[in-house]
């Protein structure tokens, strides 16, 4: 029987006719977007309906605020090697981006973000919910766009796409305003593009290559930093071969772990604050330092007088702006990390004798090794972080917050495949390892995601736990629990005389029952003896788990450089 129709219900007429927004979908499908990040509101609401109505089978992920969703949409990018999309609407949508914009474009990650807009005619009027988007943006974005003209999207789109992928990768907005999404297009300009002011460099120079082979033939104690280009270059077999053939040490940036093995024996681990030593000395005495798509940041080289003092530096990376801008560079190779590697691997170097500066090193991993306390009190996290690497074969796809956690597992998950690594590195934004976590498990389904948070970055993104639920997300997610801003009261400790002004979390809530009210189940342990079970149950379980590790409260992270001290100044190297 053909139900009543209620008289109290709002009839709405059947669209017939593609608009803006329409469009905007068909491009997306152009595009191979499979996964979108978003939350709706009134400027974007267009945008929405046609993903309802549109033939497009994308998988839109409601996150439950606009930061979860682009932390989100970075983790499925650093995962996948896709860009990461994002919907949010126009004012407070927009500007709940920006922690999230930011920490692209440091970390040189492909997003293309849409953002909605108040109609043009009352841009500039303070109109309801009204930000200016691309002044906000322009320092943060690799390029950014609003559109005037629905003639324009489709080539808009196809740029938008190339930029944030193409050259050193990062994000790109493009604001919509709300009449070119409801507008009518009639004549659609090509798909086409040219960029004349854009055109990367991948291929190396030939003779900067020579240089380099030149100056490998010479050294005598060359080492390699590997970065995060070497991953975006998708030139980990390259490195290897390459390191390989002449017994080359390779240390790695944060961002860059895992695209060398760190189990190899070439690996000397993690260089910079929280370095190794073994890694932080071979770049201090190297007498070649070749690095591959790595930044030069502060949080690498410490004191610049003092980093690398008698090495002659070769750099290779595919951003011009980067090389020579912090350490002054002998060899520069503007190029994608692939092809230079590629291009050295062509040259067939004689190598002089390097067993003294094999010895040396050697002597410093044994001499100086990584190291924890066992403790009665609580959880050692460092042994924690051990036992975490051994139950998932070091297999997982690891993602962190940012503080004393997040160098615990730089230092003790280690590495061996490439992308499976997500953490914030260039800005440090807590609240990004949680939802960055559900875009990893979102681009790699069939993969281990393991979420590694404390308990102060935990909490500025929890709201997303609900997603593990809608979603039965497999996410094994772990809080470090020390009550307290770890790295925060650290350098208030080591630097401030114990004055620990508002870094000491003396009131959390109850994360398991916190965990249950979102349908996931929550565990809490407290005991070393109960750790390697509680991993095996949790690992085991079909579904997400939170589960509250309670860790020594007062413990540091070493080793450590000290603010202003050189590389080779650290402290804690022993016990």
Same mark, same amino acid.
């Not at 798509?293 to 080289?301: I, K």
């Given at each position: 029987m053909k139900a009543e129709m209620k008289t109290d219900q709002p009839i709405v007429e059947q669209q017939k006719t593609k608009t803006g927004a329409d469009l905007l979908v068909e491009l997306l499908g152009e595009m191979d977007v499979e996964t979108i990040f978003g939350y709706p509101g009134g400027a974007v609401?267009?945008?929405?309906?046609?993903?309802?109505?549109?033939?497009?089978?994308?998988?839109?992920?409601?996150?439950?605020?606009?930061?979860?969703?682009?932390?989100?949409?970075?983790g499925y990018a650093r995962v996948t090697g896709k860009p990461g999309i994002v919907i949010a609407t126009s004012g407070p949508g927009a500007t709940n981006l920006i922690t999230g914009i930011t920490d692209a474009m440091m970390d040189s990650l492909p997003l293309v973000i849409f953002t909605?807009? &108040?109609?043009?005619?009352?841009?500039?009027?303070?109109?309801?919910?009204?930000?200016?988007?691309?002044?906000?943006?322009?320092p943060i974005t690799k390029y #950014?766009?609003?559109?005037?003209?629905?003639?324009? /999207?489709?080539?808009?789109? *196809?740029?938008?796409? *190339?930029?944030?992928?193409?050259?050193?990768?990062?994000?790109?907005?493009?604001?919509?305003?709300?009449?070119?999404s409801e507008a009518l297009p009639e004549v659609i300009s090509s798909r086409d593009f040219d960029l004349p002011g854009y055109q990367p460099t991948t291929k190396p120079n030939p003779l900067q290559i020579i240089r380099l082979a030149e100056a490998l033939g010479k050294a005598k104690r060359p080492v390699v930093l590997a %970065?995060?280009?070497? /991953?975006?270059? #998708?030139?980990?077999?390259?490195?290897?071969?390459?390191?390989?053939?002449?017994?080359?040490?390779? &240390? #790695?940036?944060? /961002?860059?772990?895992?695209?060398?093995?760190?189990?190899?024996?070439?690996?000397l681990g993690m260089g910079g604050m929280h370095g190794s030593y073994a890694a932080n000395m071979a770049i201090y005495n190297s007498d070649l330092l070749i690095n591959?798509?790595?930044?030069?940041?502060?949080?690498?080289? %410490?004191? =610049?007088? *003092?980093?690398?003092?008698?090495?002659?530096? +070769?750099?290779?990376?595919?951003?011009?702006?980067?090389?020579?801008?912090?350490?002054?560079?002998?060899?520069?190779?503007?190029?994608?990390?692939?092809?230079?590697?590629?291009a050295l691997l062509t040259h067939n170097i004689d190598m002089p004798d390097h067993q003294e500066w094999k010895a040396t090193i050697k002597e410093n991993q044994e001499t100086y090794p990584l190291w924890n306390e066992r403790s009665e009190?609580?959880?050692?996290?460092?042994? =924690?972080?051990?036992?975490?690497?051994?139950?998932?074969?070091?297999? +997982?796809?690891?993602?962190?917050?940012?503080?004393? *956690?997040?160098?615990?597992?730089?230092?003790?998950?280690? =590495?061996?495949?490439? #992308?499976?690594?997500?953490?914030?590195? @260039?800005?440090?934004?807590? @609240?990004? @390892?949680?939802?960055? +976590?559900?875009?990893?498990?979102?681009?790699?389904?069939?993969?281990?995601? &393991?979420?590694?948070?404390?308990? @102060?970055?935990f909490q500025m993104n929890l709201q997303e736990l609900m997603l593990l639920k809608q979603f039965n997300l497999p996410i094994k997610v772990i809080i470090m629990n020390n009550s307290a801003l770890g790295m925060v009261r650290q350098w208030q400790e080591s630097f401030y005389d114990e004055r620990y002004s508002e870094s000491l979390l003396d009131v959390n809530p109850d994360f398991v029952k916190l965990a249950e009210s979102y349908g996931v189940r929550g565990m809490k342990v407290e005991k070393e003896?109960?750790?390697?079970?509680?991993?095996?149950?949790?690992?085991?379980?079909?579904?997400? &788990?939170? +589960?509250?590790?309670?860790?020594?409260k007062k413990e540091k992270v070493f080793p450590m450089i000290a603010p202003g001290k050189g590389i080779h100044q650290m402290v804690g190297v022993t016990k």
């Open positions: 609401l267009p945008i929405y309906d046609a993903l309802y109505r549109g033939e497009q089978s994308f998988e839109h992920i409601l996150t439950r605020h606009e930061q979860g969703a682009i932390f989100a949409a970075e909605g807009q &108040v109609a043009n005619h009352v841009i500039g009027t303070d109109a309801f919910q009204e930000s200016d988007v691309l002044g906000i943006t322009t #950014n766009y609003q559109v005037e003209d629905i003639a324009d /999207l489709p080539r808009i789109i *196809h740029e938008a796409f *190339h930029i944030a992928t193409t050259g050193r990768p990062g994000p790109v907005v493009i604001d919509i305003p709300k009449n070119i %970065g995060a280009g070497v /991953l975006f270059a #998708n030139a980990t077999e390259e490195l290897k071969q390459f390191v390989e053939k002449y017994e080359l040490p390779v &240390v #790695n940036t944060l /961002l860059g772990l895992g695209s060398f093995p760190g189990s190899n024996p070439l690996s591959i798509g790595a930044r030069f940041d502060d949080r690498l080289t %410490g004191n =610049l007088q *003092h980093f690398a003092p008698t090495a002659k530096v +070769a750099h290779i990376d595919i951003d011009p702006a980067e090389i020579g801008k912090n350490v002054p560079t002998v060899i520069p190779v503007v190029a994608d990390a692939k092809k230079a590697i590629e009190e609580a959880i050692s996290p460092q042994w =924690l972080m051990k036992k975490i690497h051994e139950h998932t074969n070091g297999e +997982a796809i690891v993602t962190t917050d940012v503080g004393q *956690h997040q160098m615990w597992t730089a230092q003790y998950y280690t =590495l061996d495949k490439p #992308n499976n690594w997500v953490t914030s590195g @260039g800005l440090g934004s807590m @609240g990004f @390892g949680f939802p960055s +976590a559900i875009g990893a498990q979102f681009g790699r389904p069939d993969d281990v995601v &393991v979420s590694i948070s404390g308990d @102060g970055g003896s109960d750790v390697e079970a509680a991993l095996k149950d949790m690992l085991a379980y079909d579904g997400p &788990v939170l +589960a509250d590790f309670r860790i020594v």
